[in-house]
């Protein structure tokens, strides 16, 4: 009898625990959550951002065609004809813009000889210098990694003289690296091998038999696409945004040409675009503005011609901007995408997130210093969704100073409050 009361006892215990383990567990997980809540909303972990001077710029992006003043070249003399300038170089009227050769292989030996001797002279004038030659590493190292991104560029853009140019350069600045860290190189092997390669040809039963010669003077570029005087040069600031169309439209197709070359005559070219009329507003005709391409990290500086003087209403407008520099890369551009930059702000660039308002209504941040909360206080020259730039000023005692930790999250931020 005891003996079943019993069972019956620890059976009835055993059901009252099963009913109270769950509601323990639901227990424990609400005062989980409300601990995690609690110690989350009074232990925030202080996030800072350094404080920098950057620069930064509003701008408009667009697609440009290239105008030129270009003029085709072509040989009318028999035989092979191999171009005896580089590409940008300066050729006056009537100078030799190019050799005639009996035949492909006089051509190939002729300008393989050419190359030797160029490499031959290269070395020797390296090695003749090298004693005095510059001692600043950073700065040598900073053009190496310019040719590394070149020489990239080059590669995903598949261009064969293109790699070759960049690859030729970064050997030359990795040679100089070495002369400047203080190794010593022996060009000896290589300049007795480069005397024996021209030894070797036969010069006389190669040289060129005619040359092609200019008449009128310029800049002369081995790259021709087809598009040279599809845009009146003369015209330019009367093209239409249906002929620009058309012109990039056409540039997109280009491919290299089978031409001589051709000969740019006016120093003066132009980058024609399209763009919104709203997005240049306060730009004005004859303005200095800034063109970053994007596929480069080339900036020109240019010259508004016209576009930016628009009637009411316009809603788009050609803009067309004026350079006067030329060389090898900028003689073959037809079709680039351009970053025009309106304007420049160099400041602070804190993220939104930093930026409180006090009780007068005056923008401002936090940043820590030796665990202490100080308020800045600055002027905001430009504004973005993500982020603001604060004027840099020295001279303000209550401004934000370089390398403040400004505080991007926090809790409770006063000025003068302890963060341990």
Known sequence: MAQSQEKKVNKGSKKMLRDILPIAVVLLIIAVYIFTQCYGATHVNVETVTAITSTMYETVDATAYVVRDEHIIDSDKGGVTVACVNDGEKVKKGGNIAMVFGSEQQAQSYTSALDIQSSLDYYIDLES????????????????????????????????????????????????????????????????????????????????????????????????????????????????????????????????????GKMITTYEWYFCCKVDADKIKGIKNGDKLSVALKDSDDVIDCTVVSGADVDLGVKETVLVLRNSAMDSSISAMRVENIEIRLKEYTGFKVPSSAIHVDEDGKKMVYALAANQVNARYGNIIYSTKDYVIFEYEPENSDGIRLYDQIITQGKDLYDGKIYT
């Open 129 to 260: 210098r090298s004693a005095g030659i510059a001692t600043d590493v950073a700065s040598i190292d900073k053009d190496i990694l310019s040719d590394v991104n070149d020489y990239i560029r080059q590669a995903s853009d598949y261009s064969a003289g293109g790699l070759d140019s960049s690859s030729k350069s970064l050997n030359d600045k990795l040679t100089r690296r070495q002369i400047i860290i203080g190794e010593s190189i022996d060009f000896s092997d290589v300049k007795s091998r480069l005397e024996k390669e021209i030894n070797s040809l036969d010069m006389n039963s190669c040289k060129p038999t005619d040359y092609v010669s200019t008449d009128e003077s310029g800049i002369f570029s081995s790259y021709t696409d087809g598009c040279e005087g599809l845009v009146d040069y003369n015209k330019v600031t009367e093209l239409t945004a249906e002929e620009l169309d058309k012109a990039i439209e056409q540039g997109y197709k280009t491919e290299k040409q089978n031409h001589l």
